[in-house]
């Protein structure tokens, strides 16, 4: 079984930074997506980056420049460092993962930027 658990939310102001972790435990496919999801109040959980295991990473709009998804695969571990954060980041986040034909997912930390 796999599991998931995210570390590194908090509060910030407008303009700091984050970084998010992500751990992994269990049976891991070496071919994979590592995922970063947020969830706002009242909107759906929506995905902000990803990272495959063939190298392609990819943000939605309103994070590029300033989010960066990385990973290390030998500890089963991916990040999110999230800079210059803005009030609208604030949200749940989530990691998950695509693993050999599943999706599994944290259970969320959170992140709020205010003054």
């Known amino acids: 079984q796999v599991q998931l658990v995210e570390s590194g939310g908090g509060l910030v102001q407008p303009g700091g930074s984050l970084r998010l972790s992500c751990a992994a435990s269990?049976?891991?496919?070496?071919?994979?997506?590592m995922q970063w999801n947020r969830q706002s109040p009242g909107k759906q959980r929506a995905l902000v980056a990803i990272?495959?295991?063939?190298?392609?990473?990819n943000y939605i709009d309103s994070v590029k420049g300033r989010f960066t998804i990385s990973r290390d695969s030998a500890k089963n571990s991916w990040y999110l460092q999230m800079n210059s954060l803005k009030p609208e980041d604030t949200a749940v986040y989530y990691c998950?993962?695509?693993?050999?034909?599943?999706?599994?997912w944290g259970p969320g930390t959170q992140v709020t930027v205010s003054s």
């Open positions: 998950s993962l695509v693993s050999a034909s599943q999706l599994y």
């Open positions: 269990g049976s891991i496919s070496s071919i994979n997506t």
């Open positions: 990272s495959s295991s063939t190298g392609i990473t």
